[in-house]
């Protein structure tokens, strides 16, 4: 099945700094989607991006397919957005649901 | 305009009972997913219904696990005897359509075992 790698696994950033999490793929995508898991273990869809660019407030996303690789970049960083952040993908094969990678753990100080 | 419902949201099981989480899918989707997210191992998908149909079960363990999804009612992850290592956020999410529209999760449920 296909393989969804994260990086950095971790990030720690002042409130206000930029920050650019990516995603890696091992095949070609039908689905790929970013999450955000809050302190309290819900996840908050952020983007549904299998290729272009989306925005959406002080968050973006780019999914280059051809390349399979997605980037999230979240600008002017604020405590709330503290948590995990997600990507996963579904391929044309293999088992129907998603496959998440494992995340990145972000951290905003105040 | 309600999203994806769970419940319970927490858990507390003795080992050896039975667990049951429930999963009402968006307005709408007819395509339940349920995922399994335990400390080491990240979010692991478990089995794809449709009503009244199992399409995929490749992720759910072989014995003891069940997922039904009736014509009438939420979707119903089943668990028997259960034991410590079963301890885990279980998530539900819903599509509109199979594989390739956007899935949106619910809260979860918290599942301990004692």
């Known amino acids: 099945g296909i393989q969804v790698e994260q990086s950095p696994p971790d990030l720690i950033l002042q409130e206000g700094a930029n920050s650019t999490l990516r995603c890696n793929f091992s095949?070609?995508?039908?689905?790929l989607q970013w999450f955000h898991q809050n302190p309290w273990g819900q996840l908050i869809n952020l983007f549904y991006?299998?290729?272009g660019t989306k925005q959406n407030g002080r968050l973006s996303a780019t999914t280059v397919a051809t390349e399979r690789y997605s980037l999230l970049y979240i600008s002017s960083s604020q405590t709330t957005d503290s948590g995990v952040y997600f990507c996963?993908?579904?391929?044309?094969?293999?088992?129907?649901?998603?496959?998440f990678g494992k995340g990145t753990h972000l951290i905003i100080q105040p | 305009n309600a999203g994806v419902m769970q419940n319970p949201r927490h858990l507390v099981r003795r080992r050896g009972q039975e667990a049951r989480l429930r999963c009402s899918p968006m307005?709408?989707?007819?395509?339940v997913y349920w995922y399994r997210q335990l400390p080491e191992e990240g979010l692991k998908f478990m089995v794809y219904?449709?009503?009244?149909?199992?399409?995929?079960e490749s992720g759910m363990p072989k014995e003891r696990f069940s997922a039904e999804f009736p014509k009438e009612g939420p979707s119903i992850l089943r668990i028997q005897q259960v034991v410590r290592g079963d301890s885990a956020a279980y998530f539900c999410a819903s599509s509109h359509q199979r594989q390739v529209n956007e899935q949106f999760f619910g809260p979860g449920t918290r599942l301990t075992v004692l």
């Open positions: 996963a993908a579904h391929s044309g094969g293999g088992a129907d649901g998603l496959t």
């Open positions: 095949d070609s995508v039908n689905n």
């Open positions: 307005k709408g989707h007819s395509h």
């Open positions: 219904l449709q009503k009244e149909n199992i399409i995929d």
């Open positions: 991006i299998p290729s």
